[in-house]
């Protein structure tokens, strides 16, 4: 009888820890964001406006308004022998003008990586769009900690 009760109470007990994510935790992230003015890389900037409405409580009644400007670039670090581009690097800036009432702040982050080139510039586009996405997701992460600690 103890041996059916004992695995019984272990699933009971673990099931019930109390886990709650960060991200989807609804009294930490209690403010909505709208986002004001764009500016830069398109595609990046609408991945931005995406990431930010998920995250965004459209209830809430602390508002913060956003300006966001992002500059994605492509730069060659090396080449081979024949002079064709073996390696770049991948670098998105983007800066968010934060306005809260009367309170206006401005945060930076920079995202890099390199990668290698392919001879397939159907796989090298899909490959730095995926790069993209990341990029945001990781940018969306760090404004959400920022907005966060400035309730």
């Given at each position: 009888?103890?041996?059916?009760?004992?695995?019984?109470?272990?699933?009971?007990?673990?099931?019930?820890?109390?886990?709650?994510?960060?991200?989807?935790?609804?009294?930490?992230?209690?403010?909505?964001?709208?986002?004001?003015?764009?500016?830069?890389?398109?595609?990046?900037?609408?991945?931005?406006?995406?990431?930010?409405?998920?995250?965004?409580?459209?209830?809430?009644?602390?508002i913060f308004n956003l300006k966001v400007?992002?500059?994605?670039?492509?730069?060659?670090?090396?080449?081979?022998?024949?002079?064709?581009?073996s390696d770049y690097q991948l670098i998105?800036?983007?800066?968010?003008?934060?306005?809260?009432?009367?309170?206006?702040?401005?945060?930076?982050?920079?995202?890099?990586?390199?990668?290698?080139?392919?001879?397939?510039?159907?796989?090298?586009?899909?490959?730095?769009?995926?790069?993209?996405?990341?990029?945001?997701?990781?940018?969306?992460?760090?404004?959400?900690?920022?907005?966060?600690?400035?309730?």
């Open positions: 009888m103890i041996k059916k009760i004992y695995p019984l109470l272990i699933i009971l007990i673990l099931t019930s820890c109390g886990y709650v994510p960060i991200y989807n935790s609804p009294d930490k992230s209690d403010y909505k964001i709208n986002i004001i003015e764009k500016s830069g890389d398109r595609l990046i900037n609408n991945l931005i406006v995406s990431e930010i409405k998920a995250i965004s409580n459209s209830q809430s009644n602390a400007n992002t500059v994605f670039e492509k730069i060659i670090v090396s080449k081979n022998a024949k002079g064709t581009v998105l800036r983007s800066n968010f003008v934060i306005k809260k009432g009367d309170k206006s702040e401005t945060i930076s982050f920079v995202e890099k990586q390199n990668i290698k080139n392919t001879s397939d510039i159907f796989e090298q586009s899909n490959y730095e769009n995926t790069i993209k996405r990341n990029f945001v997701i990781s940018l969306v992460r760090k404004l959400n900690l920022e907005l966060l600690t400035r309730q």
